[in-house]
């Protein structure tokens, strides 16, 4: 059974660094693409970053700027999230994603596959 589990969120000041876990089961994160998406109450769910299967070749959202990065970890079957520099407006419910297509990267939720739960990011002082 496909299972993606996110971890690493929680309550962060404004100015700090997280780093989010997206621990894959029942599968191999090196065999499909994996990306990012957030959403906050309201709003539509945003894509941030996708990992490609092969090369790492890295795909970015409209809105990421350079605080956000994308890593894998094939022996620990985990993709991660960073974000510098955090302010207020990361506040969201992060969650991540795999695409089975052809391992090619997308940030559209219609190509999402399998999705984790989410795990909850507030910036706040």
């Known amino acids: 059974q496909v299972q993606l589990v996110e971890s690493g969120g929680g309550l962060v000041q404004p100015g700090s660094s997280l780093s989010l876990s997206c621990s894959g089961s029942g599968f191999s994160v090196a065999d499909y693409a994996i990306a990012w998406f957030r959403q906050v109450p309201g709003k539509e769910r945003e894509g941030l970053l996708c990992i490609s299967m092969r090369h790492d070749n890295i795909r970015y959202g409209k809105s990421v700027e350079g605080r956000f990065t994308i890593s894998r970890d094939n022996a620990k079957n985990t993709v991660y999230l960073q974000i510098s520099d955090l302010k207020p407006e990361d506040t969201a419910l992060y969650y991540c994603?795999?695409?089975?297509?052809?391992?090619?990267?997308?940030?559209?939720?219609?190509?999402?596959?399998?999705w984790g739960r989410g795990t909850p990011v507030t910036v706040s002082s």
């Open positions: 994603a795999a695409d089975t297509r052809d391992g090619r990267c997308s940030l559209s939720r219609a190509n999402m596959d399998y």
